[in-house]
């Protein structure tokens, strides 16, 4: 006869059944732990991998625009290395309004037009010492006197009173009148050297500094970065401290093999060369590692490697 005692007591878990459970929830638990770390270590080394490619990609994309417009003939190039190069980047364009030889100066037209057109854009307003190429059609109507001529600014000033002999007035028929409100001005730009009368109205200008790309050796964190600086004639100082703006990349080593960022010259034959004059087109290559390994698989780690090469096309050759 079964007392109430004893009901109670098989009510109750052995502790045979308490260990099964428990080894259960140990095995699930530690299932569980690895499907956690697994999951973490794939999140961080994917996220490493994004982190990398994004790099390359801007290092590789912040070239090409410099790089597109440059022209050999005219001397945009002034210093190409394996690893650097120094050119004249072109901010800004308009079209000149009218020509002063006498006084030094020309007019631009206003930034903004009634009409929607836009024959005025700059990245950054042109300052003083910036530098300028204007197109000077030449004396006669031959081409082979037509070229661009080279100047610095040495005085900005803004014009809203337009009249025959400032700023930019309708009888150009650049502008409307719905154009020259003072806050729109037109742009008077002091020359050295100055203008010469064959320039006319409604010739190009190109405004543009000395830039330089090399791969850099940052000391704050001793990593190397694609760095960017600026040159200005008469600035002090004359050309900024060197600034990263993408990486961190591979450090530097001999072309042809890691180093994080290489640039190579070709001609237009396809040939590799090292005359400023005969380049065609430049090969850029840039290499970035990640700060540590990466474990996608579950296999062993790796370090991360990765690189990207872009070809860009000189349209003004």
Wanted: charged fraction near 15%; hydrophobic fraction near 45%.
């Amino acid at each position: 006869m079964l007392t109430l005692t004893s009901q109670r007591r098989r009510a109750g878990f052995t502790l045979i059944e308490i260990l099964v459970v428990l080894v259960l929830m140990g095995v699930f638990m530690a299932a569980m732990v690895k499907l956690l770390l697994r999951q973490q270590r794939f999140y961080n080394s994917t996220s490493q991998l994004i982190q990398t490619r994004s790099q390359i990609r801007q290092a590789t994309f912040m070239l090409p625009a410099d790089l597109r417009g440059l022209s050999r003939q005219a001397g945009d190039i002034a210093i190409m290395t394996d690893s650097s190069i120094e050119i004249r980047s072109v901010f800004g364009s308009s079209v000149v309004c009218i020509v002063n030889p006498a006084a030094s100066w020309i007019s631009t037209v206003p930034v903004r037009q009634a009409s929607g057109a836009s024959m005025t854009n700059w990245k950054i307003a042109p300052a003083v010492n910036d530098s300028v190429a204007v197109y000077d059609e030449g004396a006669s109507i031959s081409p082979t006197d037509d070229g661009w001529r080279l100047a610095r600014i040495t005085a900005v000033t803004q014009v809203t009173v337009h009249t025959a002999t400032a700023g930019c007035p309708t009888t150009t028929r650049l502008t409307q009148a719905a154009d020259l409100v003072a806050s729109n001005p037109s742009y008077q730009f002091t020359l050295s050297p100055a203008p010469i009368a064959s320039t006319l109205p409604g010739a190009s200008v190109r405004f543009f500094r000395r830039v330089h790309y090399s791969l850099w050796k940052w000391v704050t964190d001793g990593q190397w970065y694609l760095a960017y600086y600026d040159c200005v004639p008469n600035r002090v100082p004359v050309c900024v401290t060197p600034q990263p703006i993408a990486g961190p990349l591979r450090p530097y080593a001999a072309p042809g093999t890691t180093s994080g960022l290489e640039f190579t010259y070709y001609d237009s034959t396809g040939a590799v060369t090292a005359n400023r004059l005969l380049v065609a087109r430049i090969s850029v290559v840039a290499r970035a590692q990640g700060q540590s390994t990466i474990n996608l698989t579950g296999a062993a780690a790796i370090p991360l490697r990765d690189s990207m090469r872009i070809e860009v096309g000189l349209r003004n050759r």
